[in-house]
C-alpha cells in the first residue's frame, strides 16, 4: 500500500510542476572586468528575487570567455508576468541594456512526466530488440 501512496504523492508533485517557466539571460562582456561587473550586478538582484512568491530558484555564473549566464525558474506563468511587470525587473532590464549582445529566453514548461515515461522508453527500446 505505501507504494501506492509513495507513486502518488510523486504524481502530484510532479503536476505542481506543470506550468513552470525559465527566464534564461545571456549576456557577453568586451572583458573580464566587464564580465565581473555584470555578475555582481545579477547577484545584487539574486536575493530579492528569490524572496518573490513563485521562485523556485535564481543563479548567476559567468565562463572563461566573458559569458555571463543569468537564469530564474518561476513556478508558473503567472507569477513570471508579475515579475516582468516589478520595478525589480526594471533593474534586471537595465544590466540587460548594457551588455553586448543580450539574449532573453522565456521557456515554458508545456508537459512534465515522471516515472512512466522511463517506462514508456524502455519498452519501445527492449520491443525493438525483440524482448
Do not use: K
Not at 20 to 39: H, K, N, P, Y
Not at 45 to 59: D, K, M, N, R, Y
Request: net charge negative.
Amino acid at each position: 500500500m505505501q507504494r501506492a501512496s509513495a507513486g502518488a504523492e510523486v504524481e502530484r508533485l510532479v503536476l505542481l510542476r506543470t506550468g513552470m517557466v525559465r527566464l534564461t539571460v545571456v549576456l557577453e562582456a568586451a572583458s573580464g572586468r566587464a564580465a565581473q561587473d555584470l555578475l555582481d550586478a545579477l547577484r545584487f538582484l539574486i536575493p530579492g528575487t528569490q524572496l518573490e512568491h513563485g521562485c523556485a530558484g535564481c543563479s548567476a555564473w559567468t565562463e572563461p570567455n566573458f559569458t555571463v549566464h543569468y537564469i530564474e525558474d518561476w513556478d508558473e506563468e503567472r507569477q513570471i508576468r508579475d515579475r516582468v511587470r516589478s520595478e525589480a525587473f526594471t533593474l534586471l532590464l537595465a544590466i540587460v541594456e548594457s551588455a553586448r549582445n543580450p539574449r532573453v529566453q522565456f521557456d515554458f514548461v508545456s508537459s512534465t512526466r515522471g516515472l512512466d515515461y522511463v517506462v514508456e522508453i524502455r519498452d519501445e527500446t527492449q520491443g525493438a530488440r525483440g524482448l
